[in-house]
């Protein structure tokens, strides 16, 4: 049971439920389609979902942060004209949002990179196609009306990058996402717990092979495997498993702005540092030429304990004043969630497990109906505050339960 139901509930009366039917619009929001997710995933596959690393403290904080902040709603105000759209990189959108990067998005479905590409493109949002996809870059840069970004994990040699990039630039990629906080794998124990030697352990593999709809949708064709640096990878190490090991132990360590200078020198279209936190670091990318930064920790996924997108929001505005793009991620669930992010200072948000729990559960129309139901909740989420448009979407609709809580204590005392 989730936090938020209890207060309506008294001794687990009424009895509650998600919807997890396969009617996409029965789903009442995210939590619907996770949990139809839940039902027709594998452990292992839930794991590598939605776990973070260690004691998950990190994870916790991504939901945490958005409770923090409350809205102060405005009345006698007239909404009956709202819109969300907004320019995501200078292009008009629906909504301020794109798809952030997944890698082995072929473990919830076969071809799920695709069907993320094309829930984003029929919604008219970016999607960002990870180094560790599944499906071929030129075949997702094929789905028409999509708005193709690449997100770039630096391993191995120059050669790895330079040839994705010429690939990307091929592809008509609009925007490379080069991830700068994952090069030492954070270590998601509750992931290798239901592995053994980088595989499923027997229980696991029994409970994958019970999951018949999963296993027929998705392993027909056997595993998958990384289609994009497949060939980079020595040829007695290219198992599905094994291959992601090889490829974790050539992330590069020594990646630092020096190699961020080259990217810049040879990726000329809109370029994105993604998983920044630290204000330095983001002072720093004012200086490195890059288009924009996306703030966040992987989802969870890496250092734990760590301060995340929402905490850092603010001051990173204020640092970066109309300079480049401030997109984040992290724990986006609710139209309200990107309502808070925006206020707080995001031009735009990247979703990831949002989206991925609509492909688990629909595949691409699934993708769709996460978007839209992200969508429809910020658009009534702004009439109840009494926003009519993103222009007027700032701090002053948002109270930090916290300082208010302090500032009753100091009142009454
Ligand atoms: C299953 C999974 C795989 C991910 N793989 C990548 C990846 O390959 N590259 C990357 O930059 N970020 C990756 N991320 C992080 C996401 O891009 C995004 O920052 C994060 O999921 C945002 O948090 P949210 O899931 O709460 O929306 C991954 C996240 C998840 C959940």
Known sequence: ????????QFGGTPKRRYYTGGNLERTHGIADLRARAHRLMPRFVLEYLEGGAEDEATLKRERAAYGEWRFVPRQLVDVSHRSIAAPVLGRAAPMPLAISPTGLNGLFMRGGDTALAQGAARFGVPFTQGTMSNDRM????????????????????????QELVRRAESCGVEALLVTTNAQIYGDREWEARVQVNGKPTPGAA????????????????GMPEFANVIDFVPKERRRFFDSATWIREQMRKSLSWDDIARIRDRWKGRLILKGLLHPDDIRRALDAGVDGIALGTHGGRQEDWSVVALDVLEEARGIVGDRMALLMSGGIRRGTDMLKALALGADAVLTGRATLYGLCAGGADGVHRALELLHDEALDGMGQIGVKSLDALDRSVLAHASSNLRQRRVTSS
């Not at 049971?1 to 309506?8: I, K, S, W």
């Not at 029994?206 to 064709?221: K, V």
């Open 1 to 8: 049971m989730e936090e938020h139901d209890r207060p309506a």
């Open 206 to 221: 029994f409970d994958a092979a019970r999951h018949w709809r999963w296993a027929t949708t998705t392993l027909d064709r």
């Open 138 to 161: 030129e075949d997702v840069a094929r789905v028409p009306g999509l708005r193709h970004w690449w997100q770039l994990y630096i391993f191995g040699g120059d050669e790895i990058w």
